[in-house]
């Protein structure tokens, strides 16, 4: 069986998901094509065009997500929980009407990329900084109470919409008792404070710039995460945090390779193991 694939975004040119999936389906003897589809006008025209020529699944970048939502005939429970959704699979016909199951793999991959790099999370005390959708979309995964994490801040320029995030994800969530879930504006995080996991979620390293927190709280961590990914896995934040002697330092490739092979278990069957596709797409992008 050939699986026929894409990537559906505005801009898409730049996607490294053919490079990735095409990379996953070599390791495991699978057939798949994979093709970037620009969005211009309508989402749901464009997907409509791709399964009607025989598209099986598709990924789901900005700024498609919540159009993607719309279009899902049924969603995953962590696409319910996200709101917005990254991967759609077709599943069949009812009453001769296609059927489209929507899923978010963002959080998944983001956690299977922190076991990887075995982050220590059971006991620790984590600091996000931001409150945008990439926030929303792992700390799902976070605030699970079998994830054993004692305490999750959410620093941003102001609390309200962390509040607002905290208070829908507690209603889907089993946090447990013990987690104890801080919102804070930057301006109040101070020097003395102890975070043992420091992740930027803001989209600051993209622009080559520094969050607005005291320097004293990187040198408190043991584990410090960029979701942002350049070529050489070094970026504006995890090269300060390595200035102040954070040994552990990564940048998000792995999160992003770690969400799609969620994306591709769901299409074949198959859970990649992401270690030799992440050194592949790295090798690649210092080629560029």
């Known amino acids: 069986m050939t699986f026929k694939l894409a990537v559906f975004g ?39 065009e791709f399964f009607s020529s025989g598209g099986f699944g598709c990924n789901i ?26 991967t759609l699979k077709f599943t069949g016909f009812v009453n001769q009407k296609p059927q489209f199951l929507g899923d978010n793999t963002d959080g998944a991959g983001f956690f299977q990329d922190l076991k990887r790099l ?4 059971k006991g620790s005390n984590i600091l996000i900084l931001g409150a945008g959708g990439a926030t929303r979309g792992i700390l799902p995964n976070l605030m699970d ?14 609390t309200a919409k962390i509040r607002k995030i905290f208070e829908n994800l507690q209603e889907q969530v089993d946090t447990g008792a013990f ?23 803001t989209s600051l390293s993209m622009n080559n710039e520094l969050p607005k927190i005291p320097p004293e709280l990187y040198s ?20 300060k945090a390595r200035s102040l002697n954070v040994e552990h330092c990564y940048d998000g490739l792995g999160m992003l390779v770690g969400q799609a092979a969620q994306s591709y278990e769901l299409w074949t069957g198959v859970l990649p193991d992401t270690e030799n596709t992440i050194n592949y797409i790295r090798s690649v992008l210092q080629q560029q």
């Open 10 to 48: 505005n801009p898409i040119e730049h996607s490294l998901s053919p490079l990735i999936h095409q990379h996953f389906a070599s390791q495991y003897g699978q057939d798949i094509t994979y093709e970037r589809i620009l969005v211009e006008h309508t989402f749901a025209q464009k997907a409509d």
């Open 61 to 86: 970048t900005v700024p498609c997500k919540l159009n993607a939502l719309d279009y899902a005939t049924e969603l995953t429970p962590r696409a319910k929980i996200a709101q917005a959704v990254n």
């Open 118 to 121: 075995n982050c220590p999370l």
């Open 145 to 158: 109470y079998r994830t054993k994490v004692k305490s999750i801040t959410v620093a941003n320029r102001t």
């Open 179 to 201: 987690l104890e879930l801080k919102a804070s504006n930057y301006e109040s995080l101070e020097p003395d404070m102890h975070f043992d996991v420091i992740i930027n979620a």
């Open 220 to 239: 408190h961590a043991q584990f410090v995460y960029d979701l942002y990914y350049t070529k050489d896995g070094s970026t504006i934040f995890t090269n």
